[in-house]
């Protein structure tokens, strides 16, 4: 029996639940199908953690937890079995319901080890960790004892102050402390966003194709989400006029679109704004991947022509410095600072003080430009070794899409119903690449192949990835 069980009991890094709860959960649903019997001995600590490549303290947790719960005995030195209390019980009626699951983690944000073409990561190999660890440290041993205390749900004073330093510095963008809300990610603040300004059935318009993200976050809270077309140009104004003039809100990336990488043209920024001045509607602005720009100067964001109070700003430090910080900020006009100040009194800011205030001294000794002007040229390289990789490997069945900045690569496929096929097989093999037309809400957007390139940190291991990725397409053409 154990012969049999051994086999199926596989983990796969790509799930969330961690590597000692599946071994917990498979066991237990190996005595509830009967796979493992009342009194069945199972293999040693030291001898499954060998056979599934995990540290002994894993399969040791899940062990523990078993025998716990009374499914596993331990006899000492003669083994661990499961109990033989269990032979007269129903425990596959027990257990039923303790399937194991079979939810994948969400392929945008895969938890675990970094995957080749992984998307929304920066290069972490070039963080200044050990920098990092020295303002962390010294925060932690100079910080005031009101650190320790409940902290401002708006975010920290210094931290806030720091942002507007910045932008006004690299982005043009004229604020106040007061109108900056720290808030813990993006997800976090399209929440304060939808809660402080929208109401149920209110239309908003959507970029389509678009961050995958966004569209069930207004779902979820009641919206009327519109998909509006995106072109060279960027999100068409003219449709969006068409389909929903009277829509309160539009949520965009219009410096570095997200996926295709266009920018929203000047005449179509201006014709967004008096639409938002004419509607009284709100204009949220996804400044995405502003910072990563390495040819040409990005248009001025749409935030520093609002002379209106229609626009509110959006950035996050995810991809300037690392996702594991869930830090955004959001800047609102004058007049809505009262109005999200109540909301994210409700809300909480789920930032801890601690990585805030080191955040802020990171911008204010000047390490953050610093590291974002080492990132630039480097960014500029990663992206022409997998470019260079596909156009060599795979030139026959794909094109290289042009861009000016970002950390992702849109590969345009030549034969149309591919991209999702060939996506789900390569995610199967480990490599974490999207489909373009996964990203495309109701209007069709082309077939491509979305892919990261931050973390390829030698010429050589964007050609062996992109090898791997050749099989898919050579071995089914």
Not at 22 to 31: E, P
Not at 88 to 95: A, D, E, F, S, T
Not at 187 to 202: I, R, S
Request: proline letters at 7%; one cysteine or more; aromatic letters at 8%.
């Amino acid at each position: 029996m154990m012969r049999q069980f051994l086999p199926s009991l596989r983990l796969d890094s790509r799930l969330a639940d961690p590597l000692y709860r599946q071994i917990y959960l498979r066991i237990k649903d190996a005595i509830a199908q009967g796979t493992l019997q009342a009194g069945s001995r199972l293999p040693s600590v030291r001898g499954l953690a060998s056979d599934l490549g995990v540290a002994r303290a894993t399969v040791e947790n899940a062990y523990g937890q078993l025998i716990a719960e009374g499914f596993l005995q331990s006899r000492g030195q003669a083994g661990t079995y499961v109990s033989p209390q269990l032979q007269n019980l129903p425990v596959r009626k027990l257990l039923a319901a303790e399937a194991m699951p079979t939810v994948t983690a969400d392929p945008l944000h895969p938890s675990g080890a970094t995957q080749p073409f992984q998307l929304g990561l920066p290069a972490l190999d070039a963080f200044p960790r050990a920098l990092w660890q020295r303002i962390v440290g010294r925060q932690l041993r100079t910080g005031p004892l009101s650190a320790m205390a409940h902290p401002s749900t708006q975010g920290l004073p210094e931290l806030r102050a720091a942002i507007v330093n910045y932008l006004q510095l690299s982005r043009g963008i004229r604020c106040r402390p007061e109108q900056v809300f720290i808030c813990a990610g993006y997800q976090a603040l399209l929440d304060l966003v939808v809660g402080t300004l929208l109401k149920a059935d209110d239309e908003v318009w959507l970029e389509d194709p678009g961050y995958p993200v966004t569209l069930p976050v207004f779902r979820a809270a009641g919206m009327r989400p519109v998909a509006v077309p995106v072109d060279q140009q960027g999100m068409n104004i003219a449709l969006g006029l068409a389909t929903a003039p009277q829509a309160r809100m539009a949520v965009l990336t219009p410096t570095h679109q997200s996926p295709l990488g266009v920018s929203l043209s000047l005449a179509r920024r201006m014709a967004l704004l008096e639409w938002a001045q004419r509607q009284a509607a709100w204009i949220l602005e996804d400044d995405y991947d502003s910072e990563v720009r390495y040819h040409g100067r990005p248009l001025p964001p749409l935030k520093s022509l609002d002379r209106q109070g229609r626009v509110l700003y959006a950035g996050t430090f995810s991809k300037a410095l690392f996702p594991a910080l869930r830090m955004a900020y959001l800047v609102v006009p004058n007049g809505l600072v009262e109005a999200f100040g109540h909301g994210s009194r409700l809300r909480g800011c789920g930032c801890p003080p601690l990585l805030q205030a080191s955040v802020a001294d990171f911008i204010n000794q000047g390490h953050f430009y610093r590291h974002l002007k080492r990132m630039r040229p480097l960014y500029r390289q990663r992206r022409e070794w997998l470019a260079q990789a596909l156009e060599h490997q795979l030139g026959e069945y794909l094109t290289v899409a042009s861009q000016a900045g970002g950390i992702q690569l849109l590969a345009r496929l030549t034969d149309n119903g591919q991209d999702r096929r060939l996506s789900e097989e390569a995610w199967q093999r480990g490599l974490s690449i999207q489909a373009l037309s996964a990203w495309a809400i109701a209007n069709p957007a082309g077939e491509g192949l979305l892919m990261g390139f931050a973390n390829f940190t030698q010429q050589s291991a964007a050609e062996q990835a992109v090898a791997r990725l050749a099989e898919l397409f050579k071995g089914t053409n």
